[in-house]
């Protein structure tokens, strides 16, 4: 009878330790996915940096400069906004704004082709194959490690 209680006993710690064991695996697993994922989108998210700048023709810390003063604009005229009417207005003029880069860049994409006229230039692109390879690797690499 004591035998098979103590044998009981020891099945039964044997299945709460390696129980416990598997839950603290799986916590640790869990952890570190989380800083996998998190260190792929964030260099994800400085090679989308990286690429405008290139494409910009700018510096990396220009074009993040850039950014935050328009940024900073944004966020001022925001402030000084006195009732719902004057932020909706805001944002209008940023959004209108952003449609106007928009429609231009699309028209300059478009005439890329074309003759020059009254001066163009043909802009070149400025992403380098190696640049856009990177940043596939870098979308894969979060596609699989945030699932």
Known sequence: MKVQLL???????????TVYGL?????QQ?????AVCAL????????????RALAAGLSVEAYAEAEKAEAGKLVSALDTAKNEAEVDAV???????IEAQIHAEDAEVKSRGEQKFLGQERKEQRITTD???EIQRAEKAVADDCQ
Do not use: P, Y
């Not at 839950?23 to 916590?27: E, G, R, T, V």
């Not at 869990?30 to 989380?34: D, Y």
């Not at 400085?46 to 690429?51: F, G, H, N, R, S």
């Not at 944002?91 to 704004?97: G, L, N």
């Open 7 to 17: 044998g009981v006993a020891a099945t039964i710690i044997v299945i709460g330790t």
């Open 23 to 27: 839950n603290n695996w799986k916590a």
């Open 30 to 34: 869990s952890q570190r996915q989380e």
């Open 40 to 51: 792929a989108r964030q260099h994800l998210k400085d090679l989308e940096v990286q690429a």
């Open 91 to 97: 944002i209008d003029q940023h959004s209108a704004a």
């Open 131 to 133: 640049m856009k390879q």
